[in-house]
């Protein structure tokens, strides 16, 4: 990152974030972001490509941590249990559940974050089953249980955010996969 | 319909997949996929509200199809038998697979396009777990159940239309279900 503060894309998705509570998404302009941020609209556009990207800065993160822990899971485990290993390690580095509801109500009210959100869980889906590939699972079965871990996520995420829940990230994606599990053996 | 044609909406769906073909999807418009159908751009416009949803009218058949096949399913069933019959039903009603495949290879190739396939597939998702819900399964079963049915017919349509595939949809569909609970079974 050279001369760039570390933290700069933090401080812009938190000042983001702040704006579009305050006077909405709409109202708000990359100028105002930048400025809220204490940057420059320039170095905006260095960190994201258009106003819609500030809110989706942690899905490269969480493409990355999900692979790499399909990738190092120990050898002879079956793919829902490496993908079960990729739940656990993502589960860890999300931020606080009050942000990720603020955000949520941010992207679940626009349309086309919501479409981006889609782009971007397709994205994690494809990176999963690729990693799955690259550990000797064959198709389909690659491409299914990366869906199913997608699904698992979704599921399990949005429990999280619900407004009256309290229980951690980490135990509702392990309780949806068993849930998944379960649904899937046609045993309820 | 009124006094509509019947099938305007295949006419103009057929008309825009020839001139994709031909010309391009950007250098195609919506007045020259209604001139190649014999209709006006009025016309046009009473049925899809852009130039990207023309290839998209059969999103709105299957979320019915699909629906309808779970909500009529023999009350006993498991969710996930309900999602199969869900399946068998929709594999009927797609059109050629030659047909599939054009339609693909523009989808595929545009951005914007895939896009709205994802929003289309995340609403077939929310139909199917709407109409279990309806029939007494609770969440997050229903859900999952959903995404899970969702994730087959993904991967299960994606081999339908590969290249060298000759199987039947139905039969991909079963194949691919058959393979998603032996992934979250563990079993392989």
Same mark, same amino acid.
């Given at each position: 990152? %050279? #001369?760039? /503060?570390?933290? &700069?894309?933090? #401080?812009? @998705?938190? @000042?983001?974030?702040?704006?579009?509570? /305050? #006077?909405?998404?709409?109202?708000? &302009?990359?100028?105002?972001?930048? #400025?809220?941020? %204490?940057?420059?609209?320039?170095?905006?556009?260095?960190?994201?490509?258009?106003?819609?990207?500030v809110l989706f800065g942690g899905a490269e993160v969480l493409r990355e941590v999900f692979a790499k822990a399909v990738a190092e899971a120990p050898p002879p485990a079956a793919p829902i249990d490496v993908v079960a290993a990729g739940l656990e390690a993502i589960a860890v580095v999300f931020p606080a559940r009050e942000r990720a509801r603020q955000r949520q109500s941010v992207v679940g009210s626009h349309p086309e974050l919501l479409e981006r959100e889609l782009i971007k869980l397709a994205a994690l889906s494809t990176a999963v089953a690729e990693a799955l590939r690259a550990r000797g699972v064959p198709d389909p079965a690659a491409a299914l249980t990366a869906e199913a871990g997608i699904a698992v996520f979704k599921v399990g995420y949005e429990r999280w955010i619900a407004p009256a829940e309290h229980r951690e990230l980490a135990e509702l994606l392990h309780e949806s996969l068993t849930e998944l599990k379960a649904v899937t053996a046609g045993s309820r």
């Open positions: 990152m %050279g #001369r760039w /503060e570390p933290n &700069t894309r933090e #401080r812009l @998705a938190r @000042a983001a974030l702040e704006l579009f509570g /305050e #006077r909405g998404y709409e109202q708000t &302009t990359v100028a105002e972001i930048a #400025r809220r941020a %204490g940057l420059t609209e320039r170095t905006y556009f260095r960190h994201y490509a258009d106003k819609r990207e």
